[in-house]
């Protein structure tokens, strides 16, 4: 490069001057890096501040036993002990309940998508309102969620109703990551299957979404791990409780992002400042394993193009 | 490739003779058609989840704006319920609108140096962690960024705030109150900028990298430098790129709600009205959020409703707007553009001859 560029004739170009390496040039072409470099160092400083201090506040909590077994029934702000067992049994129930229900939808929906409405209108305008889904705000997901369950039909705020919201939020996430994965099956195994006389449902059951399965679970876990973390319909659609309740149909139910609203008023007060840090690394613990477990699949279950 | 991608439904062809040896199971079309309708239903269901969506809010606050007594676009009051129920949502839009933008204005110029970073800077074997470690940045949950953002960032954005204050502070919108509180706009701007930054950067990454070699390395062969090389191949390539990226983080940080909620300081209702960013204030997110207990009577309930339908009547629009830029001119051009996108054909036919 640089030989060459040393040998070009000179030449007065008109609209971007790129003879010799001015001093000027090369000053520019530093100062970019730098810049560049500079913009990666910055964006770094709040992931390592955040996990810093979510770690250095919490951790001693979470080597007591009674953390993961206890509930706070209780226990005041000023008190210490109790644990976060009904905060994190409420978190899985209710994001669990709600893989349940956004999971075979989102597959389903991307089944569609790939391989029956291809290249339709009506493909084209389920993919848009993806898309749209996709950006509905949480606390619109829970404010449509309060109006249908609440105030049309009557219930109470409950886990379930939470679980409904966080299927909204769910939905575009693994519907989007098992239509990238179904698209990247290669035609030949679709081919291969129709040629033996499979019948196409079966061919997608038996060949083409098992092909896919890693992609498949890695949205799956992505998915779960964005809606662990949402507090807004948690606010909405149903009250924090103390108590261990398992059951998403009756009464409230904690979680740990309400968990640590719970707390956050009263940080000045050791016992509360302390559960709220250590729940927020449960949360954080909980969400990147789930996140490394995704990419840990996706590493492993990467479909081979030819 | 692409003969079998539902153009042509290939079937088993039904009038064959069964061979008594080879059993695939029955032929009956029943399956197929129980599948397909199953996988139609659930791509109806998502059309009319979005559907129901804007219908029950509008449902449910239709009565409420109708009982208004007040401009529901225009004016800054909130007093929901009563007899006298009057609210309207200009100084919620404001501050969700001008916490945003700023928001968007930080992060998008230090997301497209990392995403260029991780495509053209970084040693090949680095460029995946940081890719990694960066989307951990979206894996945080909300609540976290705001008990970290008020708790131990703002204290460090006080001498930014001052500064701009002191500089800018002649502009109503950079003027500073007279209390010293952090809980303000421009601190939960700044705290959005971060949340949105790993979606800004992703998109724009996945953008850079797809400028195609015979730019980059035409570029490259006339002598020009990594910098003029980004500037004139990479950045005008993904330029409608990066533009939707923003467009969908501001879509993110127009409905973030909790790291709002804890961030921003609700002013007292005796307070004047304050449009300065070093001032506290409320957004549709957080005010619903901090509402949640108010929901005690419809009238209430709907003007909270009402607040919710605009929020998403106005992320809808953000985010059509990316996808429409996207499509338009997305990657690949699709329509040309007089001085940028001279290259598309020839990486095109570069790309279809071997």
């Not at chain 1, 030989?3 to 072409?29: E, H, I, V």
């Not at chain 2, 040693?123 to 940081?130: D, E, F, G, Q, S």
């Not at chain 2, 953000?318 to 429409?324: K, T």
């Amino acid at each position: 490069m640089t030989t060459l560029a040393a040998n070009r004739p000179a030449y007065d170009g008109k609209t971007l001057d790129l003879t010799g390496k001015s001093g000027a040039r090369a000053f520019r072409n530093t100062l970019a890096t730098v810049l560049i470099v500079l913009c990666f160092l910055i964006a770094l400083i709040p992931l390592l501040w955040i996990l810093w201090t979510v770690v250095s506040k919490g951790y001693s909590l979470l080597l007591d036993a009674n953390w993961w077994s206890q509930s706070q029934r209780g226990i005041t702000v000023r008190r210490v002990g109790g644990g976060a067992y009904h905060a994190i049994m409420g978190t899985l129930i209710m994001s669990l309940i709600c893989a349940a229900i956004a999971v075979p939808i989102a597959i389903m929906g991307a089944v569609y998508l790939v391989e029956y409405g291809k290249g339709t209108k009506a493909a084209k305008v389920v993919s848009f309102m993806i898309d749209i889904l996709t950006g509905v705000p949480s606390i619109v997901a829970a404010l449509f969620i309060y109006a249908v369950w609440i105030t049309v039909l009557g219930f109470n705020r409950v886990g379930f109703a939470v679980s409904l919201s966080l299927v909204l939020l769910m939905l575009p996430v693994v519907l989007r990551s098992t239509e990238e994965m179904l698209k990247l099956v290669p035609d030949e195994l679709r081919e291969a299957s129709y040629a033996l006389g499979v019948p196409k449902w079966k061919t997608i059951l038996k060949v083409v979404v098992p092909t896919a399965f890693g992609g498949i679970i890695t949205g799956v876990m992505l998915g779960l791990a964005r809606v662990m973390g949402e507090t807004a319909p948690l606010l909405i659609l149903v009250g924090y409780s103390k108590n261990i309740n398992l059951n998403p149909f009756d009464g409230f139910m904690g979680a740990l992002p309400t968990m640590i609203n719970q707390d956050r008023t009263e940080l000045a007060l050791e016992p509360a400042a302390d559960r709220v840090w250590a729940a927020a690394l449960t949360l954080i613990l909980l969400v990147l394993l789930l996140n490394l477990l995704a990419r840990l699949i996706a590493r492993f279950s990467t479909i081979k193009s030819k | 490739m692409s003969s079998t991608d539902g153009t042509g439904p290939p079937d088993r062809p039904t009038d064959r003779a069964p061979g008594p040896k080879l059993d695939l199971g029955p032929v009956g079309h029943l399956g197929d058609r129980l599948f397909a309708g199953l996988a139609r239903g659930s791509g109806g269901l998502v059309v009319a989840i979005v559907a129901f969506v804007g219908v029950f809010l509008l449902a449910l606050a239709i009565p409420a704006l109708a009982d208004n007594n007040s401009s529901f676009l225009f004016s800054r009051i909130w007093e929901p319920g009563g007899d006298n129920p009057r609210f309207g949502i200009a100084a919620l839009f404001y501050t969700t609108l001008i916490s945003s933008i700023i928001a968007m204005v930080i992060a998008v110029p230090i997301a497209v140096g990392v995403a260029l970073f991780t495509t053209y800077y970084s040693p090949k074997r680095l460029a995946a962690p940081v890719s990694h470690a960066i989307d951990l940045l979206a894996a945080v949950p909300s609540i976290i960024y705001g008990l970290w953002g008020i708790l131990f960032f703002a204290p460090i954005l006080r001498p930014v705030i001052n500064g701009l204050a002191s500089a800018l502070g002649w502009i109503p919108l950079f003027e500073k109150p007279a209390t010293d509180n952090l809980g303000v706009v421009f601190t939960a701007s700044v705290v959005l900028a971060i949340m949105i930054l790993p979606v800004v950067t992703a998109i724009s990454r996945e953008i850079f990298a797809q400028t195609p070699v015979a730019h980059r390395e035409g570029a490259l062969a006339l002598g020009a430098t990594r910098w003029e090389m980004i500037r004139m191949a990479v950045l005008p390539y993904g330029r409608s790129g990066v533009v939707s990226a923003s467009m969908l983080g501001l879509g993110r940080a127009l409905g973030e709600t909790v790291a709002v909620l804890i961030i921003l300081s609700v002013p007292n209702g005796n307070d004047p009205w304050n449009s300065s960013i070093f001032a506290g204030g409320e957004t549709f997110a957080s005010k619903i959020a901090n509402n949640a207990a108010e929901f005690d009577s419809p009238e209430k309930t709907g003007a909270y409703i009402a607040a919710g339908l605009v929020l998403f009547v106005v992320t809808f629009l953000v985010n059509s707007a990316a996808r429409i830029i996207v499509a338009r001119s997305g990657p690949g051009g699709k329509r040309p553009r007089k001085n940028r996108r001279t290259g598309d054909k020839a990486a095109q036919t570069e790309g279809a001859t071997p």
